[in-house]
Every structure is written in structure tokens, then in C-alpha cells.
């Protein structure tokens, strides 16, 4: 089993280079996905950001997924 790094939003804004509260605000709700970049551990309203899958993604691996974050803080899937 792979282990994984769960990280803050403000580890994950410095590792990024986001602000937090653009990863709070547009990123949590338009490009990471509950379940895959991010937990909510024990049910609770604090989010743990997987750091291994933001990775994966941000590198663009998935030649299959292509998104461009837009202004409005929505995507364009290109």
C-alpha cells in the first residue's frame, strides 16, 4: 500500500503556490475532487489535501484530461 502525504490548505498554498483562499474558495469546489485530492477525516469540516494526486494531476500525466482554470475559477476541460 502507497502512503500518502495530507497536507493543510496552507502547507498545500506554499507547495502550489496559491493562496489559500483561492484553494478554499475555486479550487476545492471546481478542480479538486472530494475522494481523490482531498478528505474530510472522521466526518468533520476540516479538508486534508493529498498531496501525491494534486501532484499527479498538476504534472498533466492524464493525457486523457486536459482542464484550463479560468478566471471565474471554473475550468475549461480542453
Same mark, same amino acid.
Given at each position: 500500500?502507497? &502512503?500518502?502525504?495530507?497536507?493543510?490548505?496552507?502547507?498545500?498554498?506554499?507547495? $502550489?503556490?496559491?493562496?489559500?483562499?483561492? #484553494? *478554499? %474558495?475555486?479550487?476545492?469546489?471546481?478542480v479538486?475532487? &472530494?475522494?481523490?485530492?482531498?478528505?474530510?477525516?472522521?466526518?468533520?469540516?476540516? $479538508?486534508?489535501?493529498?498531496?501525491?494526486? #494534486? *501532484? %499527479?494531476?498538476?504534472?498533466?500525466?492524464?493525457?486523457?484530461?486536459?482542464?484550463?482554470?479560468?478566471?471565474?475559477?471554473?475550468?475549461?476541460?480542453?
Open positions: 500500500m502507497q &502512503e500518502q502525504t495530507y497536507l493543510t490548505t496552507e502547507e498545500l498554498s506554499a507547495r $502550489i503556490k496559491y493562496d489559500p483562499r483561492t #484553494i *478554499r %474558495e475555486r479550487l476545492k469546489d471546481s479538486l475532487l &472530494e475522494g481523490r485530492h482531498y478528505i474530510r477525516p472522521f466526518g468533520g469540516r476540516k $479538508i486534508l489535501f493529498i498531496w501525491e494526486a #494534486i *501532484r %499527479e494531476d498538476i504534472g498533466g500525466r492524464d493525457d486523457r484530461v486536459c482542464m484550463i482554470p479560468m478566471a471565474s475559477g471554473g475550468v475549461c476541460h480542453g
